[in-house]
């Protein structure tokens, strides 16, 4: 199945002669299956061969991956030095959580404990999502404990969030989770709240209040102090 999505031989050898090599033709039938284009898959391919280097550097085998280790991988991306894989890291995180999702469903992972359901607001933009968007269940899956996250303080009522309160949640949430995928993690609370915008359930200049990625990255920065001659 990996030749769906990669032509050249040397590319096909090392992608599964590596750590998770074992498991990438199921996780790109899985993609085929759900509808996505060869290019996309190969994205979510390297995504994982990535994540199996980086476990085996660890001597962590791939049938003990977990949340906890996937949130350290995440947290090694914006300093990687793994060979071959520098750069271009923004979506990364979203797409070894797709692997370990498929891990799960496969039975290679063992499955953690049931989520609590979700929140009535999230159940139904997760609807919005799926029937008025058509997206897939990867990119909701993404999105939606992000929502959720955002929504905790106020239960189901948005009208409880404040401009200070979503930019402070933004920050937060980039810092201890994806800071790799910031402009991600913008872009689903940006969506949602012109979501709520819309049907009238939060004030309109609540959009407005999500940080840009340029304000992200200088938020990291240390401040700069002009020396007094």
Known sequence: MLERCF??????RALRGGP???FLDGFAASMCAAGYAPDTSGSYLH??????????????????LDEELLARFVRHLPRCRCRGKR??????????HAFLRYLHEAGVVPTSAPEAPRPPLVTEYGAWMRDR????????????????ALLGPVGNDP???????????VLEYIRQH????AGCITTIVRCFLRWL??????????????PTLPTWRLATLPRYHRAVR
């Open 178 to 181: 994806a800071p790799a995928s």
């Open 159 to 169: 009208t409880r969030l404040d401009a200070a309160g979503v930019r402070r949640f």
């Open 87 to 96: 750069g271009g890291h923004k979506r990364v995180p979203f797409r070894v």
């Open 47 to 64: 995504a994982a061969d990535h994540l199996g280097q980086w476990a085996a550097q660890r001597r962590v085998v791939i049938a003990d």
């Open 7 to 12: 032509k050249d031989p040397l590319t096909l």
């Open 133 to 148: 968007r058509g997206l897939a269940a990867t990119t909701m899956a993404h999105a939606l404990p992000v929502v959720q």
């Open 197 to 210: 915008v819309v049907h009238g359930r939060c004030a309109p200049d609540l959009v407005a209040a999500v």
């Open 20 to 22: 998770a090599g074992p």
